[in-house]
């Protein structure tokens, strides 16, 4: 047999009260009371479907199948699928990530513009299991990230679920949606190539997961903060009907997507740093990768800072905002379950940053105007703040005023969406703070290692603890539980409406709470939401 590795470096390093629940927690927090997987012994893995025969390797009673190719992609063009590989394919090493600023979390990953791969990892690829299958779509807005981050492994989560995850890399920043379409219609879905990636990936997931053990009609997407973006995006665009079938977003909301004439101003001004004339786009066929993400660093004409990427209401790709005016009835029968941490912007904004370095009650309106993203009176918010809470300090009124007004605020929109259309939808809350790092709280991104179970993972700051351990367990239960059945499987979990407001928290001891952060809820309701990059 003849093994043709995906990759030219593929076999070596790339460059309240407690919930009562329909299933119990085994002891210490680490595994799920589910039926375990049929294990085999350490060594190769091979799967077979209708894209071809896949060599990858089995530890620890788990088979991993590492950057399959799903498709190949002309710059600025939509993808189109990979052909079906006549010879055995070698699927031990990642593929690479989707060239960007930085190096994706500092895991030594390889970049490149062909980056349309996929991992799979599987308690056995055997067609007849029909386990649940748990797709990830990787954080980092929709300029960064990676799906080969050691958080995102997904040996563990699928070991204690027994359960197929897969992970998905794509295009990102102008590779993935940089909008031409207004300026030359040649590249009529290039503001919404990495979202055809994404359904380029599910459907390799439908048409071949079988082969891995996995049941095509039991498609869970889940994502953290890009990733759940993405999600919602995809819940409005008619080319992702059917791709899947439950789906989570973590600390991730898209309400509305850019509009085309921003996109446009965002592309000049992409162009602009490129030494690029909009008359004439010639140069961008030929331009190295690395100018390409060197011209990120143009200003954005509309928010300020680096130039903003995301899906754009191109009418083509995508013909309507995912969550305004409504939620889109196109997927209003799929199971949606939506997350917030309760400081995400200690993920965004360091304890140690000069934005919270001698930060005190004379200057905090004055930091805090930027960061909160809504034209609201700052002044009046600390006011506010000072008399609701005046135990805390300003650190804390900084840290939850933001959390509420700028990240929360567009899954209160969602949920609210979901609910009036009468479509089946569950809200939770990560109090879960970091052990390794106390100042970082319950930060953005702090759930990624929970539901992976990656606790000692590069960046998880959990430890590795009893509770660290419950927190995750819980986590992961109500995550396989969505997969496996479309609910979450928690008996006091009701699901979301406007009138009680039932929210999962998350945390050593989880529970129940009926509208947790009320009084932040209203207090930002009195002003509209614009969601960033619209």
């Known amino acids: 047999m003849t093994v043709h590795h995906s990759w030219p ?11 009562t629940s329909r299933r119990t927690l085994l002891a210490g927090g680490l595994a799920l009371a589910i039926a375990g997987p049929v294990r085999g012994q350490d060594g190769a893995a091979r799967a077979t479907c209708g894209a071809g025969v896949f060599i990858g390797e089995r530890t620890g009673g788990v088979a991993t199948f590492r950057g399959i190719r799903y498709g190949r992609a002309a710059r600025f063009m939509a993808p189109r699928p990979e052909p079906v590989a ?83 890399n794509h295009r990102l ?35 071949n997961i079988a082969g891995f053990g996995g049941d095509p009609a039991r498609v869970m997407v889940f994502g953290q903060s890009g990733g759940g973006a993405k999600i919602a995006t995809l819940m409005a665009t008619p080319a ?14 898209q309400v509305t997507a850019s509009g085309p004439l921003n996109a446009t101003a965002r592309t000049r001004a992409y162009l602009g740093a490129l030494g690029v004339d909009p008359r004439d786009l010639s140069p961008l066929a030929t331009m190295s990768t690395a100018r390409l993400v060197g011209g990120l660093a143009a200003v954005d004409p509309v928010l300020g800072g680096g130039v903003y990427f995301g899906p754009v209401l191109d ?25 917030n941490t309760a400081g995400e912007t200690r993920g965004f904004i360091a304890p140690g940053s000069s934005r919270m370095t001698g930060l005190n009650w004379d200057n905090l309106a004055e930091r805090l105007a930027p960061e909160l993203r809504i034209d609201i009176l700052p002044e009046w918010v600390v006011r506010e703040y ?92 109500a995550f396989v539980a969505f997969a496996r059945t479309g609910d979450p499987g928690v008996t006091a979990w009701p699901r979301y ?20 952060r009320r009084w932040q809820r209203e207090l930002f309701a009195r002003v509209p939401y614009i969601q960033p990059g619209s």
């Not at 992702?240 to 909301?253: D, I, V, W």
Request: hydrophobic content about 45%; charged content about 20%; overall charge negative.
């Open 386 to 477: 000072r008399l609701r809470f005046p135990a805390w300090s300003p650190v804390e009124v900084f840290y939850d005023a933001t959390t509420c007004g700028r990240s929360w605020r567009g899954q209160v929109i969602e949920a609210e969406a979901r609910a009036r259309s009468g479509a089946p939808a569950w809200v939770y809350q990560v109090d879960f703070t970091a052990r390794t790092e106390p100042a970082r709280g319950a930060f953005h991104s702090i759930d990624i290692a929970l539901v992976f179970g990656t606790l000692a993972a590069k960046g998880a700051l959990t430890g590795t603890g009893a509770e660290a351990r419950a927190a995750s367990a819980a986590m992961q239960q």
């Open 240 to 253: 992702a009907a059917g791709l899947f079938h439950r789906a989570a977003t973590m600390s991730g909301q």
């Open 497 to 516: 409406d406007p009138a009680r407001r039932a929210t999962m928290i998350f945390d050593a001891r989880s529970r129940v709470e009926d509208d947790p």
């Open 86 to 168: 006549r010879d055995a394919v070698g699927a031990v090493a990642f593929g690479p990530s989707c060239p960007q600023v930085g190096d994706a979390g500092g895991e030594g990953l390889a970049f490149a513009e062909d980056c349309l791969t996929l991992n799979v990892w599987t308690p056995d690829p055997d067609a007849r299991a029909a386990r649940p299958v748990m797709v990830y779509i990787h954080g980092g807005a929709y300029s960064s990230g990676s799906a080969n981050l050691e958080r995102q492994d997904g040996q563990a989560l699928a070991a204690a679920g027994d359960v197929v995850v897969v992970t998905i």
């Open 9 to 19: 470096w593929a076999g070596r390093p790339a460059d309240p009260s407690p919930v």
């Open 173 to 207: 920043n102008a590779f993935g949606y940089l909008y031409l379409a207004r300026l030359d219609p040649r590249f009529a879905d290039s503001g919404n190539a990495g979202q055809l990636d994404l359904m380029l990936a599910l459907q390799w997931v439908r048409d």
């Open 315 to 339: 009418m083509r790709v995508l013909p309507r905002h995912p969550f305004w005016p409504d939620a889109a009835p196109q997927s209003l029968g799929i199971p949606l379950m939506l997350g």
